[in-house]
């Protein structure tokens, strides 16, 4: 049974240090189905603070076999899934040639928040543009380096 709007905290930095916001889960979308989306989407749906509510992949199974697990929607369509859903947060584990022009899309409908996964873009031409366009929009970008400790 999945409990009605959990409250939680988050961060927000200031001049001052670190103050406490108390806001409602985050609805949560994420575009690509493969192994790293998959750990991404299982993780999500786990974590109180997101809303895991819809899975996108150009390959249909994949989209769907994901979707059925965790009991979330299926798309195969990016921009359908951006327009019916309405996420805060769009979580992007697709080929890295996509992620610019995703994060781009993802921002134009209206997110608050874009975690992508590394590599951020195929070149600096690319990087550049995303962080421009939700530096512009005012939308948070995070890019997903592991950090491993040898």
Do not use: W
Request: glycine share 6%; hydrophobic share 40%.
């Amino acid at each position: 049974m999945k409990p009605e709007a959990v409250q939680v905290s988050e961060l927000i930095s200031n001049n001052e240090g670190m103050t406490m916001k108390t806001t409602t889960q985050m609805k949560t979308v994420l575009v690509g189905c493969g192994f790293i989306g998959k750990m991404h989407a299982r993780a999500l749906k786990a974590h109180p603070e997101y809303e895991l509510v819809a899975v996108c992949d150009v390959m249909n199974e994949a989209a769907q076999a994901l979707a059925t697990e965790l009991g979330v929607k299926s798309y195969t369509d990016v921009p359908a899934m951006l327009k019916a859903m309405k996420p805060d947060l769009v979580v992007i584990c697709t080929t890295t040639t996509t992620h610019a022009s995703l994060t781009t899309l993802a921002v134009e409908s209206g997110v608050k928040g874009v975690y992508c996964e590394k590599p951020m873009a195929t070149n600096m031409k690319d990087a550049r543009a995303m962080v421009e366009t939700c530096k512009t929009h005012s939308v948070a970008l995070a890019i997903g380096h592991t950090r491993r400790v040898c």
